[in-house]
C-alpha cells in the first residue's frame, strides 16, 4: 500500500516520458525519494509498465485499467497484463479517461481482487463523495480547468481540496485523499497537506520540466 | 511490410496469452515460420510488445493504437510508445474495439506517419469497402457472429470472403484482404487463399489449442 | 415531485411503445392512477415527449438527457429540449445507458437547474452508495442480469434491494430507493415496498403484456 | 428524395431552435423555398420532430439516429420512432456526434429500411471517400476546424470540397455530395455548386442571425 503524504507522477503519453525516458524519469524519482525519504510513485503508459518495473524499486502504477475479465478484449487492458508486467496500483477514471460508474466499480473490484493500489480520480467534491462511497485506497480531486495549468489547485481553488477531504472522510475516513492540477513545486505541495491531504498527483510539472531533478527535490520538500 | 500469404494471429487478453505466454507463443510461431517459410505475425497486449519484440524474430504488431499524437492522454495507447517498444504494425478498429470513421483514419494516417504496418478490421463487405477507401494495408473481414466459433468463415460464408477480395480490389487493388473468425487449421487457411485472400486472422484456434505447436504446423501447411 | 410510493414505466425503444402506441399506454396508466390512486409515471422516447405530455396528466419523463449546455451538440438529448417537449423528469444512468461519472454529476446538476426530478440508476449496492452520494430523488437499482427476465428482483435478489435502501439512507436519507428488474405483477411490487423501497422501475412487464390494463391494475393492487 | 441543390439546416441543440423555436425557423424556411423554389430541409431535436412534422411542409429530418433495431435501447434514438414521429431523412455521424464505421453501416442500413434519406456526415477527402463507397443518399463533408466559424469552407478551403467530390464521385456517381462549415450567405452556396456541390448543410449561419428570414433569402439567392 502506498506510503503517504505521497507524490505520484502521471506521465501520460508525453513523448518527454515515453519508452527509456519514462525509465529515466523513474530513476530520478528513485534518486530523489532515497534522498529525502519522501514516498514517490510513477504511473506509465501501458507499453512501459515491463520494462520500468525491472529496472526501478518505487512503485510502477498503470496510467489505466479496463473494467474486463481475461477473454476476448482485443486491445483493451487487461488488469492481469498490467500486474503481470510489474505494476503494483492504477489511476481510474482520470479525467483524460472517464469511466462510466459501473466500469468505475468493477474495475475497482478487479484492482482488488489483484491486490492493486488505486486511486480515483474526480473532478469535483460531487463525484468526490461518489467516489469514496466506492472504496478506493484513495480519491484524487482535480479540477479539469486547472490540470496541465501554471496555477496550482492549491492556490486556484485550495476550497475544492479542504471540501473534497472533508466529504470523503465523511463517507468513508479509511479512504486517502490526493489532490492535483497545476501542482509544480514545494509550496504546493506543502499546502496540498495542510488543506488536509495526503498528497498530490501531478504530471506536466515534472514531465515538462527542464532540470527534472530540481523539480522532483523541490516537490519532495514540500513534504 | 508483412509478407503474404501470411498467418496473423491475435492473442487479445486471453489468461493463456498474457504476459510469460505470450512469450512462449511467439516463439513457436517464430519456430514454425522457421521451420515452413510461412510468413507468421503476432498482435499482442501493449503491457507485452517490448518483452516480445526484445525475444523474437517475427513481426510483433500492437492489437490497438489510440487516434492520438503525444501530449495529455493518461492511459490510452500512443502510437509511438508501440514502435517505441518494438512493434511494427498495429491491428486498427477490431470487432471487440470499433472506432469512429474519423478515428480509423486518423489512427491510419498515425500509423503511416511511423511506419507501422496496418490492418482495419471489417465486419461485413460494405464496411470492407469503406475500409479500402482508407488505403491500409489489409483491410480483414471477420462476422462478428463468427468469432470465436467452432465454424470457419471460409465454411460458414465463404461468398464474405470472395466478395470482400472483390470489392477492396474494385476501390484499390494495392489494398490486401485477409479473413478471420473460427479459423483453425491448414484446410481453413488453403480455402481462404483459394477464396482471394492474403491470409488469415485468427485468436482461439490457437490461443485455445492444448497443443499449440501442432496447429500452428497444421495452419501453416495450408499455405 | 413524484408520489411514492410510485410506479415508473420505462418504455425504452420497444415497437409497442412508440409514437401512437406509447400514448395509448400513457393514457391506460392514466386511468389506472385515476382508479387506484397509486403513483405513476412513465418515461418515453425524446420523439413522444411532446405528443404525450399534450394529452396525459400523469407525469411523462424523458428515458435520458444528456450532460450539455445548448449549443453545438448535434442529435444529443438537451434537457431545455425534454423540459420544453413536456417533461417533468428523467432517468439517468439506466443500465442499457450507463455514463460517466463525472456525466452523471452533471446531468444531475443540468436536472436539478431546470426542476426535473431525477431517478439514478444503478447495478449493485456499491453503485448505489455512490449514487446516493450525488444527491438525486432516486436511486433505481436494478441488477442488469434479471432486467427484462421472468423472475423479479424481489424474489431473485431481494437482499440487493434492502441493502441498497439501507446503503442510501446511511449516505443521504432524503434520497429515495427504487427497485427493478423482471417486475411483473403486484406481488413483486408489494415486496418490493416490504423491503423498503419507494416503488418500482419496469418494462417489459407492462409494455410486451397482451392486457396492459389488466397487468397496470394488478400492479396498482400491491401498492 | 431530397431535391438537389438543396440548402439544409441544422439546428443543433441550441436554445435559439428549440421546440417553438425551432417551428417558427421551419415555418421561415418554408415561406423562402416557395418563394424561390429552393429546395430545403430542416434537421431537428428528436424532441421537436413530431411537431414540426405536423406544421409545416418542407422536410423535417433527424439530426441523428441510432443503430439499433427496436427492443431495450433506453434512452437511445430509435429510427422507427423518428420516422413515426414524422421524419424523412436523417444526418449520421456528424461531426458533433461521430459514430464507429460499423455503426455508420448499420444506421445507413436501417434508414433505407424505413425509406429515410440519408447525409453521412465527415470530415476530409478520405473520409468522404470511405462514406461514398458506404451508399448513402449524400455525403456532406465539413473541416471540423471551421465549423461555427466565420470564414466559409468553400472560402478557407474550396480544395477539400472540389477534391470531395471528385473522390465520391469517383467511388460511386449516384451519391450526392454536400458541403458545410462556416456556411453563411448566399456567395458562399453559390461557390459552393460552382465547386461541384450538390448544395450545402449549414447551422449557426441561419440559427444565430439576428434577421434569419433575410439570411435565408440571401442564402437562396444563391441557388
Redesign the interface.
Known amino acids: 500500500m502506498l506510503k503517504v503524504p505521497a507524490i505520484v507522477l ?1 506521465v ?4 518527454e516520458a ?3 525516458k519514462a525509465l529515466e524519469i523513474a530513476k530520478l524519482m528513485q534518486q530523489v525519494s532515497e534522498e529525502s525519504g519522501v514516498s514517490m510513485a510513477i ?1 506509465v ?7 520500468l518495473a525491472n529496472e526501478v524499486s518505487i512503485p510502477v502504477w ?3 485499467i479496463c473494467p ?1 475479465k ?9 488488469p ?3 500486474v ?2 510489474g505494476a503494483v496500483g492504477s ?1 481510474i ?13 468493477f474495475s475497482l473490484s478487479r484492482a482488488k481482487d489483484l491486490g492493486l493500489d488505486t486511486i480515483i480520480c ?3 467534491v ?2 468526490s ?7 478506493p485506497d484513495f480519491v484524487a480531486v482535480e479540477p479539469p480547468e486547472l ?2 495549468g501554471d496555477i496550482s489547485v492549491t492556490t486556484a481553488d485550495p476550497g475544492i481540496v479542504s471540501s473534497s477531504v472533508e466529504a470523503v472522510k465523511k ?1 468513508d475516513d479509511s479512504v486517502g485523499v490526493l489532490c492535483g492540477a497545476g501542482v509544480k513545486n514545494g509550496v504546493d505541495v506543502r499546502k496540498a497537506i495542510e488543506l488536509g491531504s495526503d498528497g498530490v498527483l501531478l ?2 510539472g515534472v514531465v515538462k520540466a527542464q532540470d527534472k531533478l530540481a523539480v522532483l527535490r523541490d516537490l519532495a520538500s514540500g513534504v
Open positions: 502521471n501520460k503519453t508525453y513523448a515515453t519508452g527509456q504511473c503508459q501501458a507499453t512501459d509498465i515491463y520494462r498503470a496510467e489505466h474486463i481475461p477473454g476476448s478484449h482485443t486491445g483493451w487492458t487487461l492481469e497484463a498490467v503481470d508486467a489511476l477514471n482520470h479525467s483524460e479517461h472517464r469511466l462510466r460508474l459501473a466500469d468505475i466499480e474526480t473532478n469535483n460531487a463525484t463523495r461518489a467516489a469514496a462511497a466506492l472504496k490540470i496541465g463517507i504530471a506536466s
